[in-house]
């Protein structure tokens, strides 16, 4: 045993002199004199390092070459094209005493970039693209085939002015491993903090987050990607992922296809932006999710790439904890395009409440698409603070029948000359806010609407021991400039009661008295406001 320890110990020691040695060596000026040539070579430009060392542990195996505040300038001398923290490359320890270096492996830690399309279409690299270039490199014999990559902390950009597109990937953590055959086959495992993107002037992504898992085939000599298993996830729902991206050095296509299905269609819940997680954390849910879709086309031409998607939950159930009644019997059947939006039917029940509807939106990707809707429910409104929080509104009870059916139809381009058609009741209602002593009652209301005329047949409530009722017409109420009003009002109020709807103190201020006003409000809508 003593025997084998002092073996052990002897081949430690010599390990640690050779590191030893290989760092006195290999000092900062030395490495700097034997990379950087090549470096430089490989990019066309002076690229500045703070300093160079030799590592040991963190590519073991292998010995690895540190980089130190690395960067690349840009078109000017003020201008960084790239950066990072720390450049860590795993090197065959004998390459460095030739005239080749081979590298196994490469971690970036907080790097740095942004690609940019200038307005003439030029890009910020074009430098790395000329020919001149790619000669000088290809006469050197120069070629490196890196089977693993790492990235921690990547801040990257896209800016394409001709597009005005602007779109942003932060806090990218990325490890890529790859296989070099006649085609390179690639493993990816990735996590993004947040997308963030945006379209002339239009957001469409603010701090998304993103986890990609994916294997793939590349063929750099054909630029095609062919995806063929892996996992994409957005906010944490997860998308079977396949499919292709080819001719990124022009104008990169994509043709790709998820898909997604699960027996809890909660998982729906995991797209609701971030600030509303702490309300939706503790839902319980069930029931039958599908998703499924493609997008096809060039990324940054004028037209936008095709896409058609759909979703499908059956039996949907959602219930809050603290509250004792759920809404269940959730359906839903949807698809979209660049073409059209459809909710082909929508239906959920709480309790003896129902909720059902479709519709549809043309051009949703323009600002003149026609759309169409279609909506009916019956909803007594004692229940429901059983299955929603109406606390967070101030209200302290709320009770009633109410029932809506409506329809209609038109275009967003010209909203006034929208068609639609609803019918509203509520019966016996009560609305009591949390601090105000006493509650409205007796809500009743009875009203008929289309684009051409309002009819209230009545409308009533009573509030302690006072009285308020109103009915008549509203003649063309999607025209602000024809708006016409005939309306009947009856009010009784006892003064001495508007301390319990608004905080007066007796001591500063007493009323008395019956306060009764009848009215009739006959003219054009805007002149009679005026005029109020």
């Known amino acids: 045993m003593k025997t084998f320890l002092r073996i052990a110990g002897g081949i430690l020691a010599f390990l640690l002199l050779i590191i030893l040695g290989l760092n006195i060596y290999f000092t900062d000026a030395r490495l700097q004199k034997t990379v950087m040539p090549y ?22 195996p292998q010995p690895g070459l540190s980089i130190s505040k690395m960067s690349i300038p840009g078109e000017t001398a003020d201008d960084t094209l790239m950066s990072l923290d720390e450049l860590v490359a795993g090197v065959k320890l004998f390459s460095l005493f030739g005239d080749e270096i081979s590298i196994n492996e490469i971690i970036l ?20 693209l000329d020919p001149e270039a790619e000669e000088d490199t290809a006469a050197a014999g120069y070629a490196v085939n890196i089977p693993y990559f790492e990235v921690i902390n990547g801040q990257f950009g896209y800016v394409d002015e001709t597009s005005a597109t602007d779109i942003k990937l932060q806090d990218l953590n990325a490890t890529i491993s790859l296989r070099y055959a006649d085609l390179i086959e690639s493993s990816i495992d990735m996590e ?38 892996g996992t994409f996830s957005i906010r944490g729902l997860a998308l079977d992922l396949s499919g292709s991206v080819s001719n990124w050095s022009s104008s990169t296509a994509i043709d790709l296809s998820f898909s997604t299905s699960s027996d809890n269609f909660g998982e729906l819940l995991r797209l609701v932006p971030a600030e509303y997680h702490e309300e939706i954390q503790d839902l319980e849910t069930r029931g039958s999710l599908a998703m499924e879709g493609n997008i096809k086309g060039t990324l940054g031409s004028e037209e936008l790439p095709r896409f058609n998607a759909s979703i499908k939950v059956d039996n949907g159930y959602v219930k809050n904890p603290d509250l004792p009644q759920a809404i269940e019997n959730i ?47 019956d909803i007594d409104l004692s229940t429901i603070s059983s299955f929603y929080d109406i606390g967070q509104f101030e209200i302290e009870e709320i009770s009633g029948q109410m029932n809506l059916d409506a329809t209609g139809q038109g275009n967003r381009a010209k909203p006034e000359a ?22 409205i009652q007796d809500i009743n209301i009875n009203a008929k609407a289309d684009q051409d005329l309002i009819t209230i047949s009545n409308l009533n409530l009573a509030a302690a021991p006072n009285t308020f009722s109103m009915k008549g017409t509203i003649r063309k109420p999607l025209q602000e400039a024809n708006r016409t009003i005939n309306l009947d009002t009856n009010l009784r109020f006892d003064l001495a009661s508007l301390k319990d709807f608004y905080p007066i103190s007796e001591d ?25």
């Open 418 to 439: 929208a068609r639609f058609n609803a019918d509203f009741q509520l019966a016996n209602g009560t609305l009591k806010y949390r601090d105000v002593p006493k509650a």
């Open 508 to 532: 500063t201020l007493e009323m008395n008295g019956i306060l009764t006003a009848q009215a009739t409000l006959d003219g054009r809508a805007d002149q009679i406001e005026r005029s109020v």
């Open 192 to 229: 993004l903090g947040g997308l963030y993107a945006t379209v002339e002037n239009t957001a469409y992504a603010g701090g998304l987050p993103l986890s990609l898992s994916q294997k793939s085939t590349i063929n750099l000599e054909e630029e095609t990607v062919n995806l063929s298993s």
């Open 109 to 128: 830690d907080n790097p740095r970039f942004t690609y940019k399309i200038y307005p003439d279409s030029t890009t910020n690299v074009d430098f790395l």
């Open 331 to 377: 359906r839903l059947n949807a698809k979209a395009s660049n073409e059209m939006i459809t909710v082909e039917n929508l239906n959920a029940n709480a309790g003896n409440n129902a909720l059902s509807g479709s519709g549809s939106l043309e051009k949703p990707l323009e600002d003149n698409g026609a759309f169409s809707f279609n909506i009916k429910s």
């Open 39 to 60: 470096v430089n070579e490989a990019v066309g430009r002076d690229v500045q390092v703070e300093s160079m060392s030799l590592t040991f542990f963190s590519t073991f």
